[in-house]
């Protein structure tokens, strides 16, 4: 297997932005990793909480021959899964692009395209709560393996784990296990859409190209793009956040 190149920082403003400032000098594979980030970003226009504790890192992927976004997504978010599983923590994918345990976020992920003129780069950014204090105003919401497992984990081990299961993962066969992992079809949610229309339905289908198809009274109908909450014994539980259709957005630099 290929190595990666691995750049440990101890606090940077986002792995994101350190990644496209430095995006010519960075090989394939480089994986910038800090300790601490002070503006970290998430999907949006979110900001994304980075104490010491957690796990933030963003991936350099320069010659994948797939450079369809959510195809690395759903490659990244089996990766997740089964290193949490393999820690017994019984993590599932929630459409787009949010790790579960439950009904609260453990992890998110961004991927970006670094287009100049075509698209040269993928830029991964993963946050992953572990040994982090869960912030109060997201604690209902959020989790950290610390709070599942009881114990610390290594946040380099964890890492490895990650980026070899990435290279085990990225398959033919990838959407199909990806839809092992996600949990949401027959769920009752909201779809939330990009005009702030709400549609109550169930999870019929989550399709190869991103897309989720909702139930609604009957009729089938495809979204694109919106935010999930899910609806557990007639109570809307879960967080209600922008998202983008696959919490992919194209950023042009130079
Ligand atoms: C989300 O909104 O769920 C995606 C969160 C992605 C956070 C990670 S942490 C490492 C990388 N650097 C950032 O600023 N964001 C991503």
Same mark, same amino acid.
Request: hydrophobic content about 40%; cysteine-free.
């Given at each position: ?28 594979? +480089? ?20 104490? &010491? !504790? ?25 990766? $997740?899964?089964?290193? $949490? ?24 992920? #961004?991927?970006? *395209? ?48 990650? #980026? ?6 990225? @398959? ?6 990806? #839809? &092992? ?12 859409? *990009? +005009?702030?229309?709400?549609? *109550?339905?169930?999870?019929?289908? $989550? #399709? ?9 009274? !009957? ?7 919106? +935010? $999930? ?11 209600? &956040? ?6 992919? @957005? *194209?950023?042009?630099?130079?």
């Amino acid at each position: 297997m290929e190595t990666w190149n691995i750049i440990h920082l101890n606090e940077i403003d986002s792995t994101m932005d350190y990644v496209k400032r430095n995006i010519s000098a960075l090989p394939d594979r +480089s994986v910038i990793w800090a300790d601490m980030q002070y503006k970290g970003r998430g999907r949006g226009k979110n900001t994304w909480l980075s104490p &010491r !504790g957690g796990l933030w890192f963003s991936v350099v992927l320069k010659s994948k021959d797939n450079m369809n976004p959510w195809h690395t997504m759903m490659t990244f978010s089996v990766a $997740l899964v089964r290193t $949490l599983r393999r820690h017994s923590v019984d993590a599932w994918i929630k459409w787009p692009n949010d790790i579960y345990v439950e009904r609260k976020k453990v992890a998110g992920i #961004l991927v970006e *395209n670094v287009i100049k003129g075509k698209p040269i780069a993928q830029v991964v950014g993963i946050g992953l709560n572990v040994n982090n204090d869960i912030d109060r105003t997201i604690s209902d919401k959020a989790t950290s393996l610390f709070l599942q497992m009881g114990k610390q984990i290594s946040l380099s081990d964890l890492l490895m784990t990650i #980026l070899d299961e990435y290279d085990s993962t990225d @398959s033919e066969d990838i959407y199909e296990r990806w #839809l &092992r992992f996600s949990r949401l079809l027959g769920m009752d949610v909201e779809l939330v859409d *990009n +005009s702030g229309v709400i549609h *109550n339905g169930r999870v019929a289908n $989550l #399709l190869m190209d991103g897309s989720i198809e909702l139930s609604e009274k !009957g009729d089938k109908k495809i979204y694109r793009a919106g +935010s $999930l909450i899910l609806v557990h014994e007639g109570l809307a539980t879960e967080i209600q &956040r922008k998202t983008s259709k696959i919490d992919v @957005s *194209n950023s042009h630099i130079g």
